[in-house]
């Protein structure tokens, strides 16, 4: 058998030529390689090295990029990615400048459909199928891959429920492996367990909605899975393939610890060992500050429960599931019954917090509009990874929120500049508000290392002037502040500026702002997330409300879509930095 396949492999084309027996060497070289990248780059891993065989049989059987292919959230597609004709600059994953860690359609023909939200996949897959029937393409295949966590989604459902309905030459491959980023939950989940045992009660629910239902099958089975691939290409209309892989698969600590090992940071390659942390004291992360703070306030109001659609690590509310689980509940993959479910609870007078990634908080607007503010309902909000998150790129920057949160009644919006505040805005939320509140925060450190301090009560609609200047204001909102601070510090001129955490974006605080309009010649606004919409329109708006006219510089992210590099990165090329920054300030000083 000839060495080194993979260095060979530009294309399916190449891939295509093999023989059968040489796919297990090249099943072997593509994990080993995905190991090799991601243990110094970092990334995504455990989700990747669970499909490489199913990676390898998809392309060896069906013509891609003809035949359509499309990969659930992305988190899995390395191996998708090494084998059409990125190997070599596979190193640059979710680098500035390099290519992204997920499915992107500008990256290449072989990425089907963007992908970075879960559940997508059906919907997308079923689009094109009906396309290419009414275009008379009918030799076209269309491949959806989705795992187990993310088809429990409700959209992925709706999905289903059109496809089965349908003539259109769709194949749905189930990616079982009883995790997604955190372990799967739900009673799909319990059927999918009981279907593997062979113990499901009554019909497969998927032959139900009218698929053409295989398996479970060996995931990991090469030979088996070409053969079951090449069968099912003959076959018309929808079907649906159900594979058993296990997250990890080649690397025993990946295996062994799948949550950590979805996206590991640096490892050893030949152990899997964690690379150990720096040992130095640094300020905790504001979701360990949230999810700490929640158990504390947990066990002195009775009424408080939290909710997660599916992210109880990264959002560190397991730390409440672990100590106190019949008032901690995991949804799967469902934010618009996360954001129903907790205005339910809060209707019934418990005190819900609802911890939602930003990025996915923008799925359950509708929910968020009509089922909590419509209603006056008090939902706590924690949006999780608000602003820039960095590698992951465009499809999960927090950058939003703000200006479509801003235009709903009702609610309160608020940025925590430390760990202290946060705190004290989940202390303050829980004594029980009118109205429902959303609490943006970074992913990431802050900047306070003695954190745990006793909680205070902080008054709705008011900022902090945090320094008084005399020709320059700088409102800053949120962590970004620091930054805003720490340039203070460093300059010589810095009597001149003054700056103000303004804490909350709605309500405005009226009274500062009117100070500050009245007081400086100049106003800056400074943000994490979009200038459209955002703080810094709201205090243009009140600006021209009041009839004070001062030059407002709003410092934010431009109307484009950011994509993948450090947070530090980015921050310098949306020029949102400490350089932007002060680069704006000598003009205003030099002119004057």
């Given amino acids: 058998m000839p060495k080194g396949l993979l260095q060979h492999i530009h294309s399916p084309l190449e891939l295509r ?27 995504h891993l455990g989700a990747s ?25 992305g988190h899995q597609a390395y191996g998708h990615k090494i084998l059409t004709g990125r190997k070599d600059i596979f190193h640059t994953n979710r680098q500035k400048g390099g290519i992204s860690g997920f499915p992107n359609r500008s990256e290449s023909p072989y990425d089907d459909f963007g992908t970075g939200h879960s559940s997508t996949s059906i919907s997308a897959i ?18 959806a891959v989705i795992g187990d966590a993310s088809i429990a989604s409700g959209m992925a459902f709706e999905g289903l429920n059109h496809a089965g ?34 113990t499901a009660r009554q019909e497969n629910i998927f032959e139900a909605l009218n698929f053409n239902y295989s398996g479970p099958i060996d995931g990991h089975d090469l030979q088996g899975l070409i053969r079951e691939l090449e069968r099912l290409k003959t076959i018309q209309g929808p079907k649906f393939l159900h594979i058993i892989t296990t997250k990890g698969k080649g690397l025993k600590k990946a295996e062994e610890n799948q949550v950590v090992y979805h996206a590991p940071g640096k490892f050893d390659k030949l152990t899997g060992d964690l690379l150990p942390k720096s040992s ?36 560190s509310l397991k730390f409440m599931m672990e100590q106190i ?9 469902a934010e618009q019954h996360a954001v129903t479910m907790a205005a339910g609870m809060a209707a019934e007078g418990l005190v819900p917090f609802c911890n939602i990634y930003s990025t996915f908080l923008q799925r359950a607007y509708d929910q968020i509009i009509h089922d909590v503010a419509l209603q006056n309902l008090p939902v706590i909000f924690c949006l999780d990874r608000a602003g820039l998150v960095g590698q992951d790129g465009a499809t999960h920057h927090g950058l939003y929120d703000i200006a479509y949160l801003r235009c709903i009644p009702n609610l309160i919006i608020f940025a925590p500049m430390n760990e202290v505040e946060l705190r004290n805005i989940m202390y303050t939320a829980q004594l029980g508000l009118q109205h429902p509140i959303a609490i943006r925060y970074p992913r990431g450190r802050g900047v306070t290392i003695d954190w745990k301090q006793k909680f205070k009560e902080i008054p709705i609609g008011i900022s902090q002037e945090l320094k008084k200047g005399t020709e320059i204001a700088v409102l800053s ?24 955490n303004m804490r909350f974006i709605k309500p405005l605080d009226a009274n500062m702002l009117t100070s500050i309009l009245d007081t400086y010649s100049h106003i800056i606004t400074i943000e994490d997330g979009c200038k459209a919409g955002g703080f810094g329109s709201a205090v243009l708006e009140f600006s021209n409300e009041i009839g004070i006219r001062k030059p407002i510089k709003i410092f934010g992210i431009e109307d484009l879509f950011i994509e993948h590099g450090t947070v530090e990165e980015l921050q310098s090329l949306t020029e949102i930095d400490m350089l932007s920054l002060n680069n704006y300030i000598n003009t205003i000083l030099n002119t004057d």
């Fill in 165 to 198: 309905v349908t003539t259109a030459n769709v194949l749905i491959v189930l990616n079982d492996n009883a995790i997604g980023i955190d372990p799967s939950v739900g009673a799909l989940k319990k059927y999918l367990t009981n279907v593997k045992k062979g």
């Fill in 280 to 315: 130095r004291v640094e300020p905790p992360k504001y979701q360990d500050v949230f999810g700490l703070s929640l158990v504390e306030l947990a066990k002195e109001n009775q009424r408080i429960v939290g909710i997660t659609p599916a992210m109880p690590t990264g959002s």
């Fill in 477 to 500: 909102i949120g962590h970004i502040g620091n930054m805003v601070s720490q340039l203070l510090e460093d300059r010589k001129d810095a009597s001149k500026i003054g700056h103000y």
């Fill in 49 to 73: 090295l669970g499909v490489v065989e199913l990676t390898i049989a998809l392309h060896y059987v069906f013509h891609t990029p003809n035949d359509k292919l499309i990969w659930d959230v």
């Fill in 126 to 143: 079923l689009g094109m199928a009906l396309a290419s029937a009414l275009k008379g393409e009918k030799e076209r295949q269309h491949i």
């Fill in 17 to 43: 030529q093999l023989k059968l027996a040489e796919l297990h060497q090249l099943a072997q070289e593509l994990r080993e390689f995905i190991i090799d990248i991601v243990a110094t780059k970092e990334g």
């Fill in 325 to 333: 689980p019949e008032r901690a509940f995991d949804v799967g993959i």
